[in-house]
């Protein structure tokens, strides 16, 4: 199983970018997916995540401005991010909880990780 994100870039401020993120391989399912992101000097932390059945979460300082999606038939998750500011700077990863047989517990995965740059 191998997750592989794309759609990072340089953006100035007020911009938007989408990244995505693929799951490939065989596997029976993947309840869970998600975007951390680390700036430097900073710990990784949690911006969005999306269960199967579309729950979502988002950290509170992209609330309003960034929209997790997920779509099943293509094991591929979604990140819009509007209206990014400086501090939206980071490595964005994503994250995925993957069953690889119905028998099997959950176990996560990272995606190589995606540079996202937003100018003042």
């Known amino acids: 199983v191998q997750l592989q994100a794309s759609g990072g870039g340089l953006v100035q401020d007020g911009g938007s970018l989408r990244l995505s993120c693929a799951a490939s391989?065989?596997?029976?399912?993947?309840?869970?997916m998600g975007w951390y992101r680390q700036a430097p000097g900073k710990q990784r932390e949690l911006v969005a995540s999306i269960t199967s059945s579309e729950t979502t979460t988002y950290v509170n300082s992209v609330k309003g401005r960034f929209t997790i999606s997920r779509d099943n038939a293509k094991n591929t998750v979604y990140l819009q991010m509007n209206s990014l500011k400086p501090e939206d700077t980071a490595v964005y990863y994503c994250?995925?909880?993957?069953?690889?047989?119905?028998?099997?517990?959950?176990?996560?995965?990272w995606g190589q990780g995606t540079q996202v740059t937003v100018s003042s």
């Open positions: 391989g065989r596997f029976f399912s993947s309840n869970y």
């Open positions: 994250n995925a909880l993957i069953k690889v047989t119905i028998a099997t517990t959950p176990r996560a995965y």
